[in-house]
């Protein structure tokens, strides 16, 4: 994987023992906190991504991140990441888009994980995601149930 990304960190969060850090090119790049390697990269958005939030969740058994991003180009996406399980790639992560969603006028600003209080996202239970942008005055949300992995979902 090439290491010299030319381009703006825009936000960064952690979850799980990793870094996620995303660009003004709208890329998203994922790293271990204790190693300080790069393990994943995705060229999630066409411009710049102007807000991230992660989300730490477990199903079946499975910890996982769900990352919430909203770029210059009005989508939000959810993906999640995973570290791999098969042996070859012991300690790379797996990103994959489960939700993409092209929000109305306006660029959001920001984004967040709202939960219930005292709730956690166990596939009962869901998450949503809202943005703000600086140019409307209404919420966007993007409520999320966990649906598992072979059944990614794009409106």
């Known amino acids: 994987m090439e290491q010299g990304l030319h381009a703006t960190a825009v936000a960064v969060c952690s979850s799980l023992g990793l870094v996620f850090a995303t660009y003004s090119t709208g890329h998203l790049r994922v790293f271990d906190v204790v190693a300080r390697s790069l393990l994943a990269e995705a060229a999630l958005h ?7 939030t992660v989300l730490s969740a477990t199903c079946g058994g499975e910890s996982f991140a769900l990352v919430g991003t909203v770029g210059e180009d009005g989508m939000m996406l959810v993906t999640r990441a995973v570290r791999s399980e098969q042996e070859e790639r012991a300690g790379e992560v797996e990103l994959e888009v489960c939700r993409a969603v092209r929000l109305g006028t306006g660029v959001p600003v920001g984004v967040v994980w709202a939960t219930r209080a005292g709730t956690a996202l166990d596939g009962e239970r869901g998450a949503v995601l809202v943005s703000m942008s ?3 005055q209404y919420v966007s949300m ?3 149930e966990w649906m598992p992995s072979s059944a990614p979902v794009t409106e």
């Open 142 to 144: 993007l409520p999320l």
């Open 46 to 52: 066409s411009r710049a991504v102007s807000g991230l």
């Open 134 to 136: 600086y140019d409307n």
